[in-house]
């Protein structure tokens, strides 16, 4: 399974995000898409999930592909706990048990079975993160996962994200090399595919 972008380009109000993005995407790796600021990396990340329409160029990806996502906000349910969002997108594939089990890898018991909205903004990343990873999917995006986590816990956090990943392809944006050096990912600068 590959995903392959031809000549991409896309604009906001008349400007240029970027004119020629080129870049192929392998199945089992990982890619640590990095630039600056408005560089364009959260808008491919929206482009392969097919959240946002490209202007020019074209994707070449297996049909019925299937993503997970960590967004740049965490996009989960407030008033339930974090048991209960990552219930949401396994459905019976997974028990309880497990659940708590793989919830409380990265988070504090204590904080499982609270309404998210009462978890830190760290926790909340940790619930977003766990759900992304537990769901099925054939590849996994996370636009900027380790935003609001200390050192220690982005640690934690990335041996349970390569723990847990299965093989599969994932493709984060980040602007850290340590965050790189975490996840053990090839480097991808926008600069170099545009």
Known sequence: MAIKMNHLKKTYNGKAIFEDVNFEF?????????????????????????????????????????????????????????????????GKAMSEREIIDKLTDILPHEAIDQPVQDLSGGMKRR??????????SDAVIMDEP??????????????????????????LSTHHMSEVKMIKGDVVHMNDVN
């Open 26 to 90: 392998q199945d089992h790796r990982i890619y640590c898409l990095m630039g600056a600021s408005g560089s364009g990396k959260t808008t491919v990340l929206h482009i392969l999930l097919e959240l946002v329409r490209e202007d020019g160029g074209s994707i070449m990806r297996p049909p019925q592909l299937r993503f997970s996502a960590v967004f740049q906000e965490d996009r989960l349910c407030e008033d339930f706990s974090a048991v209960e969002n990552i219930r949401m997108v396994t």
């Open 127 to 136: 619930v977003a993160i766990c759900r992304a990873i537990v769901a099925k």
């Open 146 to 171: 380790f935003t609001g986590l200390d050192e220690d816990t982005k640690q934690k956090v990335a041996a349970f994200i390569l723990e847990n990943l299965k093989g599969r392809l994932l493709i």
